[in-house]
């Protein structure tokens, strides 16, 4: 048998009996899915400064493309006000997404949030996984006080 004969042999034996591929590899869509807790939440602003305004949050994306998100910031005030307003800061927001195994990016497609501004809006966030720890980094995000860039850090929920 010549070399390429058995080149190629040998890559379909593997490939058939399932070795070429490390069994239980998961690709970034089926790595993503859980529920992941807030370990620190940033914003880098315009000028370069980063401040840290959120104390706790879930990031939840299932299996079938469906994302909830909510942030909760620090100091919020005690008040009995009512429930169904809330007491800033605070953002969440629900949706369906769709990961791009290419980019390492997540694509919200928000369908209403406790920011108005959100509403229909598509948001975009670059991933980094490591283990059971998420890294995703916002694109920018127009404010009064000028752009911002959201750096999330999450660990997954046991």
């Known amino acids: 048998m010549n070399r390429r004969g058995l080149v190629t042999k040998t890559f ?5 009996a399932g070795v070429a591929f490390p069994a ?4 970034l869509k089926q790595q993503v899915v859980g529920t992941w807790t807030l370990t620190s ?3 880098k602003l315009a000028n370069g400064k980063t401040i ?6 879930n990031l939840m994306l299932d299996s079938t493309g469906h994302v909830a998100f909510f942030l909760v910031g620090k100091d919020r005030p005690k008040t009995v ?9 605070v953002i969440a927001y629900y949706g369906t997404y769709t990961v791009d ?11 209403a949030s406790t920011s108005p501004a959100f509403d229909g809006a598509v948001r975009k966030q670059k991933v980094v996984l490591s283990g059971d720890k998420l890294t995703t980094t ?4 127009k404010t009064s006080d000028g752009e911002i860039i959201p750096i999330n850090e999450w660990k997954r929920a046991k």
């Open 41 to 43: 939440g940033s914003e």
């Open 101 to 111: 195994e290419p980019t390492s990016t997540l694509t919200y497609n928000v369908e």
């Open 12 to 16: 379909f034996a593997l490939t058939c």
């Open 81 to 89: 006000a009512n429930p169904s307003m809330p007491i800033g800061p």
């Open 52 to 57: 840290v305004p959120w104390a706790s949050g």
């Open 138 to 141: 916002g694109s920018p995000v």
């Open 24 to 27: 239980g590899a998961q690709n």
